[in-house]
């Protein structure tokens, strides 16, 4: 396959960017979207150009590291998938692809494709105050059965575990909204009875950084859900909405 | 009370504000509608019209307990309080919007978002210039040919006349699709709302909308298509 990408080109947070357009020739359909600009890359390091730089790591959809905005849509056509499970096979000998970074305040491009999501890492810590997390005092390991979960309520919390944080969701909402992320992440725990003690300020804090961080709000769209490579439904925004109310006058 | 003030803080908050203004003006909307209906009844009646009999009722409902158009004033006060409130979740959750995305993408795709869902803003902004106009027309009397205090059939048949009749059909479409999108989005937002019931609650949602569109714009052709004897 031969193609025609263009793909935006930033050498930092301050440099203002701009799409540059390049071809690449010898693509094999069985390669995932990843090894094509890998091949891309080589190919500009033969030409003497700098070679575009992009995230990624375990390359097996399961880490969150990759996302690009394959054009127009966070992790490409394909539904359900990240951009290293996205395959050549879907594109066709000829096609112009626009590869773009994730796109939102809260997430500064550090170079090219790259952006930084820490904003993510500070919802889930929140100044290692009860945050994305629950806080187990340690000591003997307990009986594996000694709580009871409900078999709904553990798919169901699984459900939410399965989000990687990649940022899709912000990077497909129009007005980047975290909402799905923290929802997700809200969610999990909350759904588990070792969740249960940290549950209302857990919300309040995970909302109050994910306001602070300049994420834009929700207004039920639905993109997120859609964009989203695990499949998490706005079912979790609901769920957090009716969280965060609860928790605001339990705490006031 | 303090957690109302918590709660508003956060743009969940903020969002719940929405929900509960908005319900509140969707349940105005849809006794307005009702309430034209009566235009049907025509000019006939003993000794008036339906509609001015209707629109005394609500200048004297409430009575002994409360006085003349003191029920109306309340009923009022609270739609204007609603009103502003929303206005002002809306203006806040705005700035966030704007500003949550500084560099456009050079394509963006929209994946399955509605159309009511994607101009709620735009459609918002319509129907608060549509309900001043509304106002200024129907209830104060201008741009209608002797306006009379209290007849209420006379003003709505002798005011939709020209114009008017095709600006009140125009705004019934953004309307519509702002109930479709926000009467949803209220169980959703007050987490309401779930994969097992959402079928249903935006088949009500669009239930709702199509009823008030429909009745609204029957109405409005009907006074239009109403010629007076004079």
Known sequence: MNLTLRVWRQKNAKDRGRIVEYKVHDVSPDMSFLEMLDVTNEQLIEKGEEPIAFDHDCREGICGMCGLVINGIPHGPESATTTCQLHMRNFSNGDTITIEPWRARAFPIIRDLIVDRTAFDRIIRVDGKAGGFVSISTGGVPDANAIPIPKDDADLAMDAAACVGCGACVAACPNASAMLFVAAKVGHLGLLPQGQTERHNRVLRMVSQMDKEGFGGCTNMGECAAACPKEISLDFIARMNCDMIKASFVKG | ?230
Do not use: C
């Open chain 2, 1 to 230: 009370m303090t957690g109302v003030l918590t709660l508003y803080r956060s743009s969940i908050g903020k969002k719940a504000a929405m929900a509960i203004t908005g319900l509140l003006m969707v349940l105005f909307v849809f006794v307005h509608m009702i309430g034209n209906l009566k235009v049907y009844y025509g000019p006939g009646g003993t000794p008036e019209p339906m509609l001015d009999v209707y629109g005394r009722f609500l200048r004297e409902m409430g009575y002994p307990i409360l006085g003349h158009e003191q029920g109306l004033w309340i009923a009022r006060l609270l739609l204007l309080g609603a009103v502003g409130l929303h206005v002002w979740s809306a203006i806040q959750l705005t700035e966030r919007r704007w500003t949550g995305r500084d560099v456009k993408y050079v394509q963006q795709k929209t994946l399955q978002a509605s159309w009511a869902s994607r101009t709620m803003l735009r459609g918002g902004v319509i129907i608060g210039l549509f309900i001043i106009g509304h106002l200024l027309h129907l209830t104060l009397g201008y741009f209608v040919p002797n306006f009379k205090d209290g007849a209420v059939y006379l003003n709505v048949v002798s005011g939709l006349k020209g114009i008017a009749p095709w600006l009140y059909i125009f705004a019934m479409l953004p309307l519509g699709l702002h109930i479709y999108h926000g009467l949803w989005s209220f169980f959703q937002t007050l987490g309401w709302n779930s994969q097992r019931s959402t079928e249903l609650l935006r088949g009500l949602a669009l239930l709702v909308a199509l009823l008030v569109v429909v009745g609204n714009v029957s109405v409005v052709l009907t006074a239009m298509m109403t010629t007076l004897p004079s």
